[in-house]
């Protein structure tokens, strides 16, 4: 929008309402689905880099004196020959390879070939040029420095190519709003958020999703980076800091996947992780010198998103252990439960617990409260593995434990939605034969009281926790349990 400002003066007390305006149109649409911004991906961008590309070519023609920029002289000249300015000169030399972090990202999506033909055949080729067309408007005409990209444009070129830019950002745009649903559902998956509401959109498309939650609190977050910087100028190093900060965090878990998930030598893994991280640290440096000037909203934000994630992990721990705590063994609990045998009633029950070799409270209410036990009983367990997707042949593992009762652990990845019902259907070759219509599913509702005893800091994150898993979304949901065969009995917890 602020391409605007280049046609005329006149529209500067606008952009900032324009800008704030297509971004709540943006995040209003996503409950119903991005398909349709999805078929104007290939075209838009495809687009934009011609355009830019070209306009790199036309400014390259009028000052080809630009193109000995390739010889790599120059660059350690400047590197080298201007002393600490150099060093912050970086700090802004940097926002010239923003972008490339999410390729991480989208290799996830598209895989690595499709990266490289995008990259090396369009992208990279068309934002060579436009760097070289800016620099080549630069040495003829200096005063362009004000907006270098929108000002290589013909006055004629000007307003459409504020509309393609428009246009390519808000697919971008997308793309990130995308991929924050997937890395919160996977985060939830891995047990490091709460439950949310997920929403599939697509029908085709297993991908598509809303989550409600995140779509508001993204559009909150952004409409204040938005209003509160006012220009990208100001926002550059916001950004140049969340940029680097990502960079230096991806070259250290590379380590992990060279040295334990390629099993590569030691040495090898070492050098090639330091080779990088030595740009990575350089650059991000350079960056940190913008803390106070705007560096240190991505920091804050990364600093509370890192904390609700903590705390939730930490506290589902907790919980864990206090339920182990006071539930007695599943298989000594059954085994002394036998020796005097309640009612039986027909029907299945399914008992979900994230605790497989403790009696799931549900099943001591249930006994306390109704004094029977169904015929069959399943104590069912769903995790979740640090993969995309789990084989079909590892998805359900059960064991017989006693006298029709048995003890089922389903698998899921993290980019897969857990269905149980369908899971224990996966049980019948094993013998578990269960009919859908005669299945009762009861779960614990844990109501988590924060110990009295506690203080300061603790006290207030256990708090938060209790909050958090209060308002979690609901289990049948996530789970995708028939709501009509649900039986929830509560129990109180302290931690």
């Given at each position: 929008m602020e391409g605007l400002e280049v046609g005329t003066a006149a529209f500067k007390p606008y952009v900032v309402p324009i800008a704030s305006g297509i971004l709540v149109a943006l995040f209003a649409i996503q409950r119903?689905?991005?398909?349709?911004?999805?078929?104007?991906?290939?075209?838009?961008?495809?687009?934009?880099?011609?355009?830019?590309?070209?306009?790199?070519?036309?400014?390259?023609?009028?000052?080809?004196?630009i193109l000995k920029a390739i010889n790599p002289a120059y660059a350690l000249h400047f590197a080298t020959g201007h002393g600490f300015a150099s060093f912050v000169a970086l700090g802004s030399v940097l926002l010239a390879i923003t972008g490339a972090e999410a390729l991480y990202a989208d290799m996830g999506h598209f895989g690595s070939r499709a990266i490289r033909i995008a990259w090396f055949c369009v992208a990279a080729p068309a934002l060579v040029l436009n760097y070289f067309g800016q620099g080549a408007l630069l040495i003829a005409q200096p005063a362009a420095i004000e907006n270098p990209f929108f000002l290589a444009y013909p006055d004629w070129a000007l307003y459409p190519m504020v509309v393609l830019a428009t246009a390519a950002t808000v697919i971008a745009s997308q793309a990130t709003i995308s991929g924050a649903y997937s890395m919160t559902q996977q985060a939830v998956q891995l047990g490091y958020l709460p439950r949310m509401t997920i929403l599939h959109t697509s029908?085709?498309?297993?991908?598509?999703?809303?989550?409600?939650?995140?779509?508001?609190?993204?559009?909150?977050?952004?409409?204040?980076?938005?209003?509160?910087?006012?220009?990208?100028?100001?926002?550059?190093?916001?950004?140049?800091?969340?940029?680097?900060?990502?960079?230096?965090?991806?070259?250290?878990?590379?380590?992990?996947?060279?040295?334990?998930?390629?099993?590569?030598?030691?040495?090898?893994?070492?050098?090639?992780?330091?080779f990088f991280m030595l740009i990575d640290v350089v650059f991000f440096a350079a960056a940190m010198h913008k803390v106070l000037d705007g560096g240190w909203f991505p920091l804050a934000l990364g600093a509370i998103v890192f904390f609700v994630m903590v705390t939730w992990r930490r506290g589902r721990e907790t919980l864990r252990e206090q339920l182990l705590g006071s539930s007695p063994p599943l298989e000594g609990f059954l085994k002394s439960l036998f020796v005097h045998p309640p009612q039986r009633v027909p029907g299945t029950a399914v008992f979900l617990t994230s605790t497989p070799d403790a009696t799931p409270n549900a099943l001591l209410h249930s006994?306390?409260?109704?004094?029977?036990?169904?015929?069959?009983?399943?104590?069912?367990?769903?995790?979740?593995?640090?993969?995309?997707?789990?084989?079909?042949?590892?998805?359900?593992?059960?064991?017989?434990?006693a006298d029709d009762c048995w003890r089922v652990t389903a698998r899921y990845g993290f980019m897969e939605r857990p269905d149980v019902a369908?899971?224990?259907?996966?049980?019948?070759?094993?013998?578990?034969?269960?009919?859908?219509?005669?299945?009762?599913?009861?779960?614990?509702?844990?109501?988590?009281?924060?110990?009295?005893?506690?203080?300061?800091?603790?006290?207030?994150?256990?708090r938060f926790f209790a909050t958090m898993a209060r308002n979690a979304g609901s289990i049948t949901d996530f789970f995708n349990i028939p709501t009509n065969r649900v039986v929830e009995l509560g129990t109180r917890v302290e931690i």
């Open positions: 119903y689905g991005t398909g349709v911004v999805g078929l104007f991906f290939g075209p838009v961008c495809a687009l934009w880099f011609i355009s830019i590309g070209a306009i790199g070519i036309w400014n390259i023609a009028r000052a080809p004196a029908a085709r498309t297993m991908g598509q999703i809303y989550v409600p939650v995140v779509n508001w609190t993204l559009l909150l977050v952004v409409a204040a980076a938005v209003v509160g910087f006012g220009s990208s100028s100001r926002l550059a190093s916001a950004y140049g800091v969340a940029v680097m900060g990502t960079m230096l965090v991806t070259t250290v878990l590379t380590f992990f996947v060279l040295r334990y998930g390629w099993r590569y030598p030691l040495w090898l893994c070492v050098l090639a992780t330091a006994l306390k409260h109704y004094k029977v036990l169904h015929e069959k009983n399943v104590f069912l367990t769903v995790e979740f593995d640090d993969v995309p997707s789990v084989p079909s042949g590892r998805r359900v593992v059960s064991e017989r434990l369908l899971a224990l259907e996966l049980c019948a070759p094993e013998g578990l034969q269960l009919d859908p219509m005669e299945v009762t599913y009861f779960l614990s509702r844990e109501k988590i009281v924060p110990r009295t005893t506690e203080r300061g800091i603790e006290q207030w994150r256990d």
